[in-house]
């Protein structure tokens, strides 16, 4: 069976971990606990006929870059950069992971998380659609609603499968 390490990288309190949550168990908490050092969950879905292991690493998120464990990002086969769109700040710090993630795990697929569709957003559709204009592929989501969900962790198998 093919498996493939994901990594969820990002501020704290953007929604990785319920976002992994909705995808793996279909449920939300509106609770906040907080992640410490990574929670590493699993699920199998099926691509076009054939079984792919999504093993998810849950990172815990930090506002210091610096902080942020990059030694997890080895060997990922691809990665999350989760965003708050109601905290414009957390864009900011998704695009510098995303950079520092590139280094580390090389050229693989990823995508920006803009979660929290359900709520009011301080992140613009202008701001996303220059990104996505300069190439960076960017799914909005909603952890609550399951919103995107689905796609977001759909889009990034098939990228790794044909990667
Ligand atoms: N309304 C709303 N709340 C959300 C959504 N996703 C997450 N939350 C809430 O935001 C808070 C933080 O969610 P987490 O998933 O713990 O965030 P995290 O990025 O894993 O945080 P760290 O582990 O500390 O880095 C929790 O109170 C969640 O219930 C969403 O899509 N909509
Ligand atoms: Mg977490």
Redesign the pocket.
Known sequence: MISKKIC?I?????????????FVHSI?????????GVKISKKVIDLNGADLTMVLW?????DDFADVHMSYLRGAMGFFT?A?GTRRETLTMALRLRELALETAGDVPHIIIV?????DWEISDAQLADLEASGIRIIR?????GLGVEEAFTTLAEAMMKN
């Open positions: 969820m990002g501020a704290f309190s953007v929604g990785k971990s319920a976002l992994v949550a909705r939300f908490s509106d609770q906040y606990l907080s992640t410490v849950d990172m815990e998120g930090k989760v708050d979660n929290k569709a359900d709520l989501t909603s952890a609550k609603t």
